[in-house]
């Protein structure tokens, strides 16, 4: 449509691509459709993560880690009707930015409740599913910053997987029995994705849960082109 060509996303069910890049006269920010809230700009590795948490319609969702809000949105979709996702961040900015102007763009304000504290266990009613994009050395953003590679060190990134590790074993917390855990990163470092996701399950909180398979995605996993070979339970997903 307007003159734009544009052919689905491999994998996502919601995604499409634009194979001739950015279209001329302002973006996509200026196609019909944007101003309603009709589509999001996202990658389609964020889209696969918000359909991993496999949330239904009725069901209640927290984005531990919500950012700017791209996927509190995408989880929106799935929850509605009736469900509920919280976001939470430590971010104040962030929190503001999805409880702004986006919210009322997207028309999905009555099925998102940004959060002013931090959930605990026992002043909040578990969740379905909880998401944790944790933040991370974000080197699999490198193709939109190229300088962030001469950011990354060793001793950056230990700091960042025990910051990790902590938040995956709070947000563990925040899940009802029989719900459901999804850990991801912008990261390609084993580190930060696989280490961290092993160490959570030898924890204590890690025992109560069960590797859930990534049922949403077809075709084989691409993990063996940045390293060994990943549990069916975890995913590299390559731009």
Known sequence: AQGVR????????????????????????HLPGWEEGLFEVQDEGSQLIALATEAKPGERVLDYCAGRGGKTW??????????????????????RHVA??????????????????????SGTVLADAVLVDAPCSSTGAL????????????????????????????ASQLVRPGGRLVYATCSLLRAEN????????????????????FGVLSGPPVAAAVGPPAPCHQRTLLP
């Open 143 to 170: 193709r939109r910053h190229p300088s962030q590679r001469w950011a990354v060190d060793e001793v950056g990134v230990e700091r960042l997987t025990a910051i990790q590790l902590a938040i995956l074993r709070e």
């Open 74 to 95: 995408a989880l929106a979709s799935l929850v509605a009707p009736g469900g509920l996702v919280e976001a939470w961040d430590v971010d104040a900015e962030a929190k």
């Open 6 to 29: 544009a052919v689905p996303t491999a994998e996502s069910p919601w995604g499409i691509w634009l194979p001739d890049g950015r279209p001329p006269g302002g973006g996509v920010w």
């Open 100 to 121: 702004g102007l986006r919210a009322a763009r997207n028309g999905a304000a009555g099925l998102v409740r940004v959060l002013d504290d931090a959930p605990a266990p």
């Open 194 to 213: 696989g280490c961290v996701a092993e160490a959570f399950e030898a924890s204590a909180e890690g025992a109560e849960f069960d590797p859930l398979p």
